[in-house]
């Protein structure tokens, strides 16, 4: 569990977390630590809705733009990665704002790693040779808690959970139930908030979204980061956007099929997080309008967070 003082700003894809982030940081003298499992990648831009060069220069921006595409990235690297980022940022005196939407990083920060194997390179490579239909069989056999849960569209999901119960002989549930309930009490003391928009607006501004990452040059940036291993990375070759345009560019369907099956996986990826969040953590939540400023919102987790901050100096400091 990192020390404080901290703040979390979680929630789905497309819900604003970037632009009340930088807002945030402003109001609060902070610098922000991305929580997001592909804008670790150069090159990966477009895609990934990554902070602008001019959004990165007014203020600090940590685990953006840290790695190869060629280089798999995990929870274990995150937690690592992000640990030292945020000692460095309280080492100056500001303040850390954890960003993101990648669920299992959070978890991974505030409530360790659980026991699960590292990776076999013999097994892996055997899964990942079986058909994903026959890979759901045997998890529903095996694991129906996991099965019911997990994304039973993402092969590398899959595959890392029957991976760990076939190398331990016990159900990937189970391991991930024993994550630290000490650490997840103290997660839950943190100023943890979440971002929700009615269903009618989140998908609008993801439908808008895509629409905008294809006219920016999402197929151009797909064929730049193929050239350089995209299709070799298991993780990232599976995000959301990237997955679809490669097997447009394989001749699977046409960009007008391609442009609003992203849509559609994006909305279902994002009440996933919303349902993901809800379950994993005590979240603070904020409803944004439709109509609502951005400044407006921060400035209330501003006042939120400052409060949260005098109650425990309170507590920590009682009155003779």
Not at 174 to 187: F, G, N
Not at 210 to 225: C, S
Request: charged share 25%; proline share 6%; hydrophobic share 40%.
């Amino acid at each position: 569990m990192i020390p404080p003082p901290f703040l979390v700003l979680a929630g789905p894809t497309a819900v604003g977390k970037s632009e009340i982030a930088l807002l945030l940081s402003a109001r609060l003298n902070g610098e922000i630590v991305s929580v997001d499992s592909m804008q670790v990648y150069r090159g990966m831009d477009i895609g990934t809705a990554k902070p602008s060069l001019g959004d990165r220069s007014r203020v600090p921006h940590h685990l953006i733009d840290m790695l190869p595409i060629t280089e798999v990235f995990d929870a274990a690297k995150f937690v690592q990665l992000a640990s030292s980022a945020v000692a460095d940022i309280q080492a100056r005196s500001r303040l850390p704002i954890l960003c993101g939407g990648t669920g299992l990083y959070f978890k991974a920060l505030f409530e360790g790693l659980g026991n699960a194997p590292p990776g076999d390179p013999v097994l892996r490579t055997k899964l990942e040779a079986t058909a994903l239909a026959d890979l759901l069989q045997e998890l529903a056999q095996l694991d129906p808690a996991t099965y019911e849960r997990i994304d039973q569209q993402n092969p590398r999901r899959v595959i890392r959970a029957l991976e760990v119960i076939r190398l331990t002989g016990r159900p990937f549930s189970k391991q991930r139930a024993a994550w630290s309930s000490i650490a997840a009490t103290e997660a839950q003391r943190t100023p943890f908030f979440g971002l929700l928009r009615s269903s009618g607006d989140l998908r609008r501004r993801i439908d808008t979204r895509v629409e905008e990452m294809f006219t920016r040059g999402l197929i151009a940036e797909t064929e730049r980061l193929k050239k350089c291993g995209l299709e070799n990375n298991p993780n990232a070759s599976q995000a959301l956007g990237y997955k679809q345009v490669l097997e447009h560019l394989a001749g699977a369907r046409p960009l007008s099929e391609t442009t609003e099956l992203v849509k559609i996986r994006t909305r279902q990826y994002a009440k996933r997080q919303t349902t993901w969040f809800r379950r994993q953590f005590q979240l603070n939540w904020i409803p944004i309008e439709p109509d609502q400023e951005a400044n407006d919102v921060a400035a209330r987790i501003a006042r939120e967070f400052n409060n949260s901050r005098d109650k425990k100096c309170e507590t920590r400091n009682p009155k003779s």
